[in-house]
């Protein structure tokens, strides 16, 4: 048995949940989210409480337990409190800067770039080094936060560039200058 798969979902009186052939939608204070998932897989609701089970132990639904209980867990977390992702800036004249919709990033580069936030994405930035990105669905923050540490990851001799808060770079030894 999945030990994922089997832990209960407890479900918020603020939050709805409608199961529909291959899809859950469920529905909170800070939005909306829908999800296809296998038809196969078997809902219980019980005094707020869903629970995920298998209708046998065959190898494909063994490996959509634990997924499918994942992603509804992550849903109705994101409809609740939502989820955000902290991104550093570091290196000397590297900044970021906010435009409305804009997240304008001076890094190094002979322009700066500029990246519009997709729609339920929202990033903030505090001071000029710091850039935090919120949302509803947990795949698309952290999807947006990669794509803005990819215009500039850090490099491994100074470190320099973008980087998720606490996360740890190894910096290599540069050259010796033996002849």
Not at 14 to 34: A, F, Q, T, W
Not at 61 to 75: D, I, P, S
Not at 113 to 121: A, G, N, R, S
Not at 159 to 173: F, L
């Amino acid at each position: 048995m999945s030990r994922i798969g089997r832990m209960p979902i407890n479900i918020p009186a603020s939050v709805e949940i409608k199961i529909d052939n291959g899809s859950v939608r469920v529905k909170g204070p800070k939005g909306e989210l829908v999800q296809a998932i296998s038809k196969d897989m078997i809902f219980d609701i019980q005094n707020g409480v869903l629970c995920v089970s298998r209708p046998s132990d065959d190898k494909e639904h063994k490996a959509l337990h634990g997924l499918t209980r994942k992603l509804v867990a992550n849903m109705v977390e994101g409809v609740t409190n939502g989820f955000t992702k902290e991104l550093e800036i570091v290196g000397v004249g590297y900044r970021a800067q906010k435009q409305g919709n804009k997240l304008i990033l001076n890094l190094g580069y002979s322009h700066p770039v500029e990246m519009v936030d997709p729609e339920d994405i929202q990033t903030v930035v505090e001071g000029n080094n710091k850039i935090i990105v919120k949302g509803i669905d947990k795949q698309r923050v952290g999807e947006h936060a990669a794509n803005i540490k990819k215009v500039r990851p850090p490099e491994p001799y100074k470190g320099k560039g973008v980087r998720y808060a606490g996360e740890y770079v190894r910096i290599k030894e540069g050259k010796t200058g033996k002849k």
